[in-house]
């Protein structure tokens, strides 16, 4: 995600969504501004992240969000990294 993501409370936000839609993987700062996640479950699950990331918490003001396929890793949790 770019725009306003840092700072907004975007990652502990996006771990509150992400265990609420039982999905595995994690979320960090990226050092350009932007928040990384990597999040890997059923697809209208992940869908609904997606969906959610465009908005964001409150104070954020999402511009962009990019998806990728990565390979899945079989995770079960979801967690915020530094």
């Avoid at 050092?31 to 990597?38: A, F, L, N």
């Avoid at 003001?61 to 915020?80: K, L, S, Y």
Wanted: glycine share 10%; charged share 25%.
């Amino acid at each position: 995600m770019s725009g306003r993501v840092q700072g907004v409370g975007y990652r502990q936000a996006t771990l509150r969504e992400a265990q609420a839609l039982e999905l595995g993987g994690w979320v960090r700062n990226c050092p350009d501004g932007s928040v990384e996640i990597e999040a890997e479950g059923p697809f209208h699950s992940l869908n609904d992240l997606r969906l959610w990331c465009e908005r964001g918490p409150v104070a954020a003001q999402v511009h962009r969000v990019a998806t990728t396929q990565v390979p899945a890793t079989g995770v079960d949790w979801f967690e915020i990294r530094r």
